[in-house]
Structure formats: C-alpha cells, structure tokens
C-alpha cells in the first residue's frame, strides 16, 4: 500500500488549503484513514480519523475548523482546512489502517508541508 500526500503549501492566516492523501491498491473503502501532523522538534500529533464507514473524529484544537472526508471511488482522503491559523504550520501525515488477520498494519504517506503566516 503507498499513500501520496499532496496540497501543502504557504497561506496566509484566515485561509484555507485542502490536502488530498491518494492511496494505491484495491481495498481501500476497508481502510481507516488518519491525518497527523509533526512541528520539527515535536512529536507527531493525531488530526483527524475516519473509518471505513464514514464516521470522523477530531482533535479538539481543530473541530470546527477542518474536515475530513474521503471519496472510495478515487482511493482518496481529503483533509479541508479553514481558517487556518500560524499554529497549524507543520508537515502533514496522512496514514492507512489496514485491518488483517494479525490485527491493523499501519502505512504512512511521505508528509505535505503546511505554512501559515501570520
């Protein structure tokens, strides 16, 4: 499984960006699909999760704010971001569960950096 990251970029804050996570293979409408995010010098921090069937979660310093969402036609997860603010700045991680006999393999995307100037 290779997952493609992409849509970072430089915004201003107040806007708006939204990152797309492709996801190679045939299986990926019974994937849980993630996106964190790492500040250099920080550990990697959980943003959003939704499951195979759509339901979502996120963490409390973006609800309101971002959406997740995913289209299983296109293998593909997106991660809408509004009114982003200069504390969102880091590389964006999207991540795949795959469920397997042996419990959930973990597959990562290369990152997407995300800058918001002040």
């Known amino acids: 499984v290779q997952l493609q990251a992409s849509g970072g970029g430089l915004v201003q804050a107040g806007g708006s960006l939204r990152l797309s996570c492709a996801v190679s293979?045939?299986?990926?409408?019974?994937?849980?699909m993630a996106w964190y995010r790492q500040v250099p010098g920080k550990q990697r921090e959980w943003v959003a999760s939704i499951s195979s069937g759509g339901s979502t979660n996120y963490v409390d310093s973006v609800k309101g704010r971002f959406t997740i969402s995913r289209d299983n036609s296109k293998n593909t997860v997106h991660l809408q971001m509004n009114s982003l603010i200069p504390e969102d700045t880091a590389v964006y991680y999207c991540k795949a569960l795959e469920p397997s006999a042996r419990g959930y393999l973990e597959h990562w995307g290369q990152g997407t950096l995300v800058t918001v100037s002040s």
């Open positions: 293979g045939s299986s990926f409408n019974r994937y849980s």
